[in-house]
């Protein structure tokens, strides 16, 4: 399907070649080859199962925490086979942040969660108080939370509301400043409203960071990403612009799925 | 009230003639639950007036010494002379054996509690399956063995270790008897530890590892935190096992009342002085009425460290 992969892999985030993941015999993702442009918001969709969690969690090597996982292939992110032995995969997630489907703040203060990241990766010597004060108000900025917060930087993160919560989780990778940040279905724990301010959030965020979301909701795929990948059964069926592939899908499972037949 | 719900049935449609059905159940099934939950209440009831029951025999036999002209409460509290059954001058003082409680106590923490944690975590985070099973059947082991045994193992083989690799005279010691505190409390710690660790939802753990922690960054900064009151009741649940233990003590502290200037020298508790001496002790004498006493401290002492455990947790709760 993609016939530009060895054009310059730079101008891509997250380049796939021929990317097999078995979940102990199950093959859950099968030969998939994709790129995902730089600075903009790609969506992945999908039925149920047909291994979109399991493709982003390949993206920074979260998915190698059980043991049963076999992975065969290549991704290349800013120019590098992530699979490569030599690959650090602390640099890795320092570079490649996510978002997880239930927002999951630690049960440490707002302001640690924030600063977690550049705690876990920056020596103690070199921490000032003074910078990392600044960090957790421009992080908490960007994401639109200082106003709400900047009074209960010590309250419990795991007790705010649900939307502030997955902002938090969001505001804590940009510190590190990431090249990619994958969001998880992140707002289907959120009602209406905090669906759109975390859309909102994600439309701010574009062109700085590569974004890959996986998303169920249709809608939410057209309204909020420039480019959609379609997967069904872990392979990977379309890729293209996202009005494209919604007004005029090539493959008839592309469209299939877009009128609603599957589940 | 079961027969008014049987009655009103009878008016059922005709469709069903023969067989009346029952709303209400059958009075045995009534007076056999009524009694199950009588039972239930009496057991329940009865641990209060067991505790009660306690409380009133150790007092009883206790306090009548408070009244005796050679017995003065500040020497029980702070004179470190326990010379209870000395003909001319009989004295009473227990504090010697408050700090042999307290040192044993510290002193076997101090070396349980970074193995059992260790442990916990080891367990929890960093075997597989098969290694788990096998560990924590080994644990449990530990905690089977009883604490006769366990003096038993402080008066022979750790008492010879001590001897012969530190050189002291003595092997039977405050060391001797941490050390065998710490081999009793790590089952415990261990276990609760790993309940508490096992409870951290995972969501926590991706959370930290996706942000790029180490293992060991992961274990610090987002394990413990999230566990850290689950650690704490491991933690305590230990110290009162140290606390309370008597008989192990008992054979391995060495026996002797007077306040430790090192780990080598040999110490007595409140429990092992209380197992020790009662059944020498005349009932009635004021010898006997002063262990009584002993016993109430000691009970004051793990209230105390029970009561603080609770608001130490609770505060962390609140926060
Ligand atoms: N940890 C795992 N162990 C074994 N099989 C798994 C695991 N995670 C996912 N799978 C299987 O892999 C396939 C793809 O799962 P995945 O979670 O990636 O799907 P998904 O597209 O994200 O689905 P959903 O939309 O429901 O989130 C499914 O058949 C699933 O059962
Ligand atoms: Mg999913």
């Known amino acids: 399907m993609d016939t530009n992969v060895t054009t310059d892999s730079l101008e891509y985030g997250v380049l796939t070649k021929d990317l097999n993941l078995w979940y102990g015999k199950f093959q859950a993702l099968k030969s998939v080859s994709m790129s995902v442009k730089k600075g903009q918001i790609t969506s992945l969709i999908g039925p149920s199962g047909c291994g979109k969690t399991t493709l982003l969690r390949c993206f920074n090597r979260i998915n190698e925490r059980f043991s049963y996982v076999r992975t065969a292939g290549e991704i290349v992110i800013l120019g590098k086979n992530i699979y490569d032995s030599d690959v650090s995969l602390i640099e890795l997630r320092k570079n490649v942040g996510m978002v997880f489907q239930r927002p999951n703040p630690l049960p440490i203060s707002v302001y640690e969660n924030v600063v977690f990241g550049l705690k876990v990766h920056t020596p103690r010597k070199q921490l000032k108080k003074s910078v990392l004060d600044e960090t957790v108000e421009k992080s908490l900025n960007e994401v639109g939370l200082w106003d709400d917060l900047k009074d209960r930087l010590k309250t419990k993160a795991t007790s705010l509301q649900l939307e502030q919560q997955q902002k938090l989780c969001i505001a804590r990778l940009l510190p590190l400043k990431p090249d990619i940040i994958l969001m998880d279905e992140p707002c289907s724990a959120l009602d209406v409203e905090g669906t759109h301010a975390i859309e909102e959030l994600m439309f701010t965020l574009r062109n700085k960071y590569t974004i890959i979301i996986v998303t169920h909701n249709m809608s939410q795929a057209r309204r909020a990403s420039d480019e959609c990948v379609f997967m069904l059964l872990g392979e990977l069926i379309e890729h293209s612009r996202t009005e494209e592939l919604f007004i005029n899908p090539k493959n008839p499972k592309t469209a299939e799925y877009i009128e609603g037949r599957y589940g | 009230m079961s027969s008014n719900l049987t009655e009103s049935t009878l008016t059922l449609p005709d469709a069903i003639p ?114 788990k099973e096998t560990l924590k059947i080994i644990i449990e082991l530990l905690a089977a063995i009883p604490s006769v045994v366990w003096g038993f193992i402080g008066l022979t083989v750790i008492s010879k270790l001590i001897t012969t690799i530190t050189g002291t005279a003595v092997g039977v010691n405050l060391l001797n008897g941490s050390i065998i505190l710490a081999l009793m409390s790590v089952p415990i710690i261990v276990s609760i530890g790993e309940d508490a ?105 793990t209230f105390i460290v029970n009561l603080t455990a609770d608001f130490v947790i609770r505060g962390i709760k609140r926060k």
């Open chain 2, 18 to 131: 023969k067989r009346v059905k029952r709303v209400g159940r059958p009075r045995w099934a009534i007076i056999g639950e009524q009694a199950l939950e009588l039972l239930i209440r009496i057991s329940g009831i009865s641990a209060i007036v067991f505790v009660l029951a306690i409380f009133f025999f150790v007092f009883k036999e206790a306090l009548p010494v408070l009244y005796s002209h050679n017995f003065s409460i500040k020497e029980f509290l702070f004179s470190t002379q326990w010379y209870p059954t000395s003909v001319s001058n009989v004295r009473y003082g227990t504090f010697a054996l408050l700090v042999g409680s307290v040192t044993v106590t510290l002193l076997s923490m101090a070396i349980a509690v970074p193995f059992g944690l260790g442990a916990a975590i080891y367990i929890s985070e960093f075997c597989g399956p098969r290694q």
């Open chain 2, 197 to 301: 660790l096992k409870a951290v939802p995972d969501s926590f753990r991706e959370a930290g590892m996706a942000m790029g922690t180490t293992r060991w960054q992961l274990i610090l900064r987002v394990l413990l935190p999230a566990a850290k009151n689950g650690l704490l009741a491991a933690v305590l649940l230990g110290v009162g096992r140290a606390v309370g233990e008597t008989m192990a003590v008992l054979m391995a502290t060495g026996h002797s009342v007077k306040i430790p200037h090192g780990v080598f020298d040999s110490v007595r508790t409140l429990t092992a002085n209380i197992a020790a001496e009662l059944g020498e002790a005349a009932a009635g004498s004021p010898h006997y009425r002063v262990l009584f006493l002993t016993g109430i401290l000691l009970f004051v002492i």
